[in-house]
């Protein structure tokens, strides 16, 4: 730009219409008008509907605010399992998520690209016949049983399936690759020479971890338990196929709403609470975990 | 040994070997107590794997390492008097600069954490960025900040990773100075590892020039730049004309040799030969070269040089830095103060050249004439 006369620094800037931003935006702003505004604008008018009517008789709004109190003293329990369950599967998950991902960015070598496509590797089967096969192997007579027994964890009349055991279990295997692949990209970017550091002032392996690396992976702690708790808590496939009826999480009873009793109110006020939960628990957890040490 | 080599940290043929490659070769260092030690060498020489052993961040293949009598080769790195401030600095991005500082004391379970802190970083002034993160500070004090984590456990050795490396360089004229302060100041061991050889010789007492794993020579700056042992030394440590000459004999206290078709004597302390050598190179430094026109007086008892001819002339201020081609085709280089004097000489004019006998050296012709040379 050398050659432009004196006095003419730079190019002309070309004037901002104001509209290109707006027109950029549009797409997104559809998608997110036709998949989640509408819809969630929905499922907030369904959870307020007269409970007294049904699918064929047509839903009045009533603003039957009843609807969350009847859903909570009903489902109360299959509700807390949900938090439970969830809960349960995500702190297993992130001690069996951590070693593996710590192991993966760390120790791996040249094995690492391979190891994590093996994280991932279940994906490529559907999600239904990956818990169907554990229905398998938690079999009465399958050989994980009949090995527990024989080392007297389990007593001669003792399952695994139908067991608050079995359904934790099916939540920990599928939700894993979400708790490994956030940890994984957080432990990764560690510089390793400040583990050695912390080892050059004092710091034994063991508090070097809990002063340095463990502080330095905690946004992949928060990502990674949130994305494992929030599935978890609102699935129904494991509690359905590994569980019993006393295993019923609320996505369990949400399904059956829906789906075989017709009660629509019912069902969406109890979706919103779920969702309100959660949404109150995340929020208090990114607070207390994420903004202040984090950045 | 003697009861001073028990004080201070001592290297005793450590070798560190890799699968396809040997980093150091039975090295053999002492570095006394409160002395500020510099490792000089190339990058790729074996001097930040010496470090790393010291420090206990690699483990020795052979070789005793011993800090004031006692054996600390195989101790764990948290186990040792010795801190280290690192090529990047390392420091710990999650916690503040107070806490950084604070970080070995209170792995130690120090009391007084608050009062020690405070006094260190009032030491590497500091004191008003205590509660900022190590991304909000600038390059130069950050190296601060991994200055005063180190210090702050007053280590009986404190090894220096090229820790002025990435600072630019009016920056790292005034960290040398101030580095050389504070060491004088606390009076501890420094070791500083350095590929700066004028980094080196400002701020070190003792320097051991490394290459290839190997201590090629240690000494006082002074020394080392004023009677180099080897071609490596001559040409990394400054530069030097290297010139091919025929070992004549000794006379008295001086080594006579022919250098092409000039006798040349250089004193037998200065001369590196192996007895009966027929062949040496004859060093002298640029700045110890005389030059002037044919038949002009030289202010040098020695025999003077002739038949140069200028092939550059370089003014650079303080000095001027001419090429002299030789009759026997090689290039020498001579740097002369402008004190005014004497005009400058000109591209393609004839010189004659000499210089003190005293400050010329024999190198052994065995060697490369050209190792150690910076491209």
Redo the contacts between chains.
Sequence with gaps: MSALPSGQTTAPVPERTGWTGYILMVPGIVWLLAFFVIPFYSLVATSLYDPNGSTYAGYEMTWAFGNYADAISKYWGPLLRSLLYGGAATLICLVLGYVLAYAIAFKAGRWKNLMLVLVIAPFFTSFLVRTLSWKLLLADDGFIVNALKFVHLLGPDGRLLATPVAVIAGLVYNFLPFMVLPLFASIGKIDHRLVEAASDLYASPIRAFFKVTWPLSLPGVVSGTLLTFIPAAGDYINAALLGSPRQRMVGNVIQNLFTAANDYPSAAALSMILMLIILVMVLLYVRKAGTEELL | MSSVAEKGLELEALTKEYANFTAVKSLDLHVPTGSFFALLGPSGCGKTTTLRMV???ETPTSGRITLGGQDITFA????RP???V?Q?Y?????LDIFENVA??LR??KVSSVDSQVKEMLELVELQSQARKKPAQLSGGQQQRVALA??LI?RPEVLLLDEPLGALDLKLRRAMQIELKRIQTEVGLTFVHVTHDQEEAMTMADTIAVMNNGVIEQMGAPAELYENPKTTFVANFLGQSNLIEGQVRGVEGDFVRVDMQGTLVSIPTSRSHVKAGSKFGWVGIRPEKVLIGGPGDPIDAPGNSIPGGVVTDVSFVGVSTQYLVRMPWGQELQVFEQNTGRRRLFAVGETVDMSWRPEYAFLLDHEQDAAAGVEL
Aim: cysteine-free; charged content about 20%; aromatic content about 16%.
């Design positions: 420090a206990g961040l764990k790195p948290y186990r010795v801190n280290t690192f990047n390392a420091l710990f991005p999650h970080f070995g792995r130690r984590r180190a456990n």
